[in-house]
């Protein structure tokens, strides 16, 4: 823990406890006074937190990791490996062996 980031583990902490409390608390509230659409807690600290991070700036300020640009889209296609495909057809003769009834246990 002494190589942990702190205000990380803050933030952990704090997420952790309001995961426990929605669900093992407020949800049953809800339920109970008829609100019958399920709150979705996880996606509630990832835009707290993406948010109080992006305006406090927890990236520079305190050296937080933080993912960056994730692209959108499917990804564009490529070719496959060439290199590597003398051993994925050696493995699937092998897998179609194994499956044979002539081979023993």
């Known amino acids: 823990v002494d190589r942990a980031n702190s205000v990380t583990l803050i933030i952990s902490a704090f997420a ?30 990832i835009i707290i937190s993406t948010a109080v991070s992006a305006i406090f700036d927890f990236q520079h300020k305190f050296n937080v990791p933080v993912v960056g640009f994730i ?9 496959t490996v060439v290199a590597i495909l003398p051993d994925c057809i050696l493995q699937s003769l092998e897998w179609l062996w194994s499956l044979s009834p002539y081979t023993s246990p």
Do not use: D, N, Q
Request: proline content about 18%.
């Open 71 to 79: 692209p959108t889209g499917p990804p564009i296609p490529a070719l």
């Open 16 to 45: 952790i406890v309001f995961l426990h409390c929605g669900k093992e608390y407020l949800s049953p509230f809800l339920e109970k006074k008829g609100w019958m659409i399920p709150v979705p807690y996880e996606l509630i600290v």
